[in-house]
């Protein structure tokens, strides 16, 4: 197969299999908002953001390490699978002991603290998880029928036997058990072809492969899992649960945007590597390419936010979680920031400036930590919202000044005739507040679109050479 071909099959596999995730994540999420009261939600979510910051300690980096060592030296794939099985495992122990251990001190109810522990079981599966041996085999199919497989029997097994509050503790062991499914299912061709197993690693050659993953590490750490996290577990420490779930139902929908930001970021990279070797003022152009379409997409997302949240929380989710409606009014400009954010993470990334990737990261994360601990106290979940979003505003300032791109027209031109088309929009859906919330939505964005082609805000050339340039990366 081509490389173009085959990064198209990969890009699409993977795009597919996190949608699907996603779509199935959002049904259990409303399921299970419709069965828990938001102080319950949020213990659930509290304790699942505890344990999410030691993903870091069992893969520092290891995963990228991983596929990296795999696509270049194909054929010692079962040391190489092997060594970095056997380092995840061992870090897994020590995570879960540390766990353990933190979980003792926590001032907190004896329910989340078994949640934390039960939720910590999820880290031997994630250690043995088989996706950087198929990522570096470039068998992105079987990645997504990973993803696919464990979101499913999760969802099942949710479905089946949690009905109300009184199971809550089941939830994080049916995490666990997805993960292992899907584990065991891929694992059994590997090492029935390969011959992949564990192996003995000595602390010295440990060291040495933990220190070359770990910038890479680091930096993801801090783009991702502390500013997807922070504001759940500073909401868990210094507010109420109940405030702790009205947030993170807002963010779960946030987060529909904010995977579809990684896919993006996914599917750019290969583009701005290639012509930034070459041709770099073209590197420049996709980035800015990019930009723009995220003005068209995302303006419009944050005005039809704000207008229908609320009766779009109600129809989805009921009445009980109206206090969720303003933090996603706010939190929707910053998921949409994320996207642009991402855009520049990926540019860095191509440009190996992994160094300055790592600090934008680091300001980043402890910026959100600063605006949140203050707001939080204030304003509850609504202030949490309101770090986030003003947090990635101020690294995007951050990415763009350090990026180097100087734009060929400046950002209000760009954001000028999506903002009247949303503006449009909005009177529209406000006119019609009587109407389903989904048809609502659906003529909204027919709407927009009518009226961004009527003012001619979409140039089919630059939408052409976008693609363009990432279809030709490789001719």
Known sequence: MKTGSLLIKNFFSLVFADTAAKVLGFVVTVYLARRLDPSYFGILTFSASIVSYFTFMIDPGLTSYGVKTIAQDPADLKTHAGEVFTIRLYLAALAMVSIALITLTLRQPLMVKALILIYSLSLIPQALSPGLVYAGMQKMEMMGLYTIMNSVVYTVLIFLFVKSADNILLIPLFMALGSMAANVVLLIPLVKNSGIGLVRVGLGRMVAVIKQSLPIGIASFLAFIVTW?????????????????????????????????????????????????????????????????????????????IVVAEPLMIYAIGAKYMNSVLPLQIAIGGAVLFAFNMVYYTYLVAADKQQENMYISLFRALLLIALSVPLIIHAGAAGAAIAYTSGEFITLLVYRARSGIREAENLFSAAFKPLIASAAMCAALLAVKDLNVILRIAGGAALYFTVLLVIKGVKVSEIGKLRDYIRNRHR
């Open 229 to 305: 996290n922070a504001s759940t577990s500073l909401l868990g420490l210094l507010s109420t649960h109940s405030e702790v779930g009205c947030f993170s139902m807002a963010f779960k929908i946030c987060m529909i945007i904010i995977s579809a930001s990684l896919s993006l970021g996914m599917a750019i990279l290969p583009a701005i590597s290639q012509h930034y070797l070459t041709s770099r003022d073209t590197a420049n152009k996709v980035v800015l390419l990019t930009e723009k379409a995220l003005f068209l997409l995302g303006i419009p997302l944050i005005a039809g936010t």
